[in-house]
């Protein structure tokens, strides 16, 4: 599993035009599924997201967590965060988790970021062409492998 998290200040998924979901100070979480994740990775990926010290305290040190600051996170499913790109230029999605298995996947992280957070997460639409808008803050920009656990 990965996922590629931004510090936004506001952040939002429309999907035909229309805003699906919008969120203010936060995280906006882009999550790709590969097809041999498990519930450990998800709920592994979800704590440490909500625990990372990346937001300012009182003297502008990155030292508070999004829970520290009572933020909102929108999570987005991303297939093309697996990625390869070593052969040719075309980019290959094997790794990737088919989608009868990533819907799971994607439902299971979501209720594991809620749980983690105490609170609702905003979602876009699992398999939908989505418009996604941010403003970045910092900008702060982290990239985590639950299979490579640095």
Known sequence: ??????????????????????????LLVLTGFEYNETNEDIKWIAAKITKLRIFDDEQGIMNLSIKDINGEILAISQFTLHALTKKGNRPSYIKAAKPETAVSLYDSFVDALSHELGKSIATGEFGADMQVELINNGPVTIWIDSKNRE
């Open 1 to 26: 599993m990965r996922v590629l998290i931004q510090r936004v200040t506001k952040a939002s998924v429309s999907i035909s035009g229309t805003v699906k979901s919008a969120i203010g100070n936060g």
